[in-house]
């Protein structure tokens, strides 16, 4: 009920804010409403066809027995695999090149940790040791190919160490490793993850109207409506999860 209340206010107050800059002629949707609705629904039927095929999918995967594990039943973890694909057609239909290239390049430094999450969603056994370092390695890739401008610190100690490149992608990577980690920590209990997330993407909207970040905008539409569509499953009645590979993969988009 907390996130609900939380979400709902932030909608209300962006909402206002982008009707305010759309009267004053500041900003400009490059969204498709067809494509939106066509993601929409592509995403609602695979969503669909896996929450209603569980005797199918349980021939492929097998039943997961863990200390952490608090739902009872089994819960299909392969929500993350969908919002993928959700996001993979969504940015196919994109029409601004820049929006594209980036979110490919993001999409191919992330696939090495993708695969071993998705193992992991299928209840195959990875070592800690072998994802630790796969993530490190994804996330550093993320940071390189996708050339997003980081973080200054105004700090005195900091500032003067990140001054170094070394030690500057060191600390970044640390940073995106440990975000990526929260984000699968929060992911099983229904509603948690896409809630927190969800709210986190529309704070990042309603300060990137503050700033008039048209394509920053844009690029949240596109990363949202997956995640979205994943909510309307995932709570209250918990009929699937983001599983390790959505985790991850909105950690690294965040």
């Not at 608090?70 to 994109?94: A, T």
């Not at 072998?130 to 401008?149: A, D, H």
């Not at 994943?230 to 950690?251: E, Q, R, T, V």
Request: glycine share 6%; net charge negative; proline share 5%.
């Amino acid at each position: 009920k907390l996130w609900l209340m939380w979400l709902l206010k932030l909608i209300v107050i962006f909402s206002l804010r982008v009707l305010d800059m759309l009267e004053n002629n500041e900003m400009y949707i490059f969204v498709d409403p067809l494509n939106l609705v066509i993601t929409f629904l592509f995403i609602l039927a695979m969503m669909e066809i896996i929450c209603n095929k569980k005797d199918l999918i349980k021939k492929f995967i097998p039943n997961y027995i863990a200390p952490q594990k608090i739902h009872h039943g089994e819960v299909s973890r392969l929500g993350g695999l969908v919002m993928l694909i959700g996001l993979i057609f969504f940015f196919s239909l994109w029409p601004e090149y820049e929006i594209q290239n980036m979110m490919l390049w993001l999409l191919i430094a992330f696939s090495p940790l993708g695969f071993i999450t998705l193992a992991e969603d299928f209840h195959k056994i990875i070592s800690p040791w072998i994802r630790l370092i796969v993530m490190i390695c994804s996330s550093w890739l993320i940071l390189k190919v996708t050339n997003i401008p980081l973080p200054i610190f105004n700090t005195p100690f900091l500032s003067s160490l990140l001054e170094d490149p070394l030690l500057s992608s060191a600390f970044y990577t640390l940073c995106l490793v440990s975000l990526m980690n929260g984000m699968n920590f929060v992911d099983g209990t229904n509603g948690n993850f896409a809630f927190m997330t969800l709210c986190m993407m529309i704070s990042l909207c309603f300060l990137a109207t503050i700033v008039g970040d048209i394509q920053f905008i844009n690029l949240l539409i596109l990363c949202g409506t997956p995640l979205i569509v994943f909510s309307l499953f995932n709570y209250p009645w918990g009929k699937i999860f983001a599983g390790d590979i959505g985790a991850y993969l909105y950690g690294a988009l965040i």
